[in-house]
């Protein structure tokens, strides 16, 4: 869990996970499911993805499913 103060460092705090991820595991991330957050629609978390080849699946907002 990362505690943030403001939306705009989640790309920043993404890249740096998936780093940790990558250097701990030996794996790299395939998928990232997130709800429709305002926070996942920067232009460069759409170009990031698309470069990483990792696949992007939204789930709905507020729900718990």
């Known amino acids: 869990m990362y505690l943030l103060k403001h939306k705009i460092d989640v790309f920043t705090t993404f890249k ?3 780093a ?4 701990q595991i ?6 990232l499911t997130t709800d429709n957050g305002i926070e996942f629609y920067f232009m460069e978390f759409d170009q990031f993805y698309k470069n990483e080849e ?7 907002r507020y729900t718990s499913q």
Do not use: D, F, S
């Open 26 to 31: 030996e794996k790299k991330v395939k998928r």
């Open 20 to 23: 940790m991820i990558k250097k």
């Open 16 to 18: 740096q996970w998936k």
């Open 54 to 60: 990792i696949v992007w699946h939204l789930t709905v």
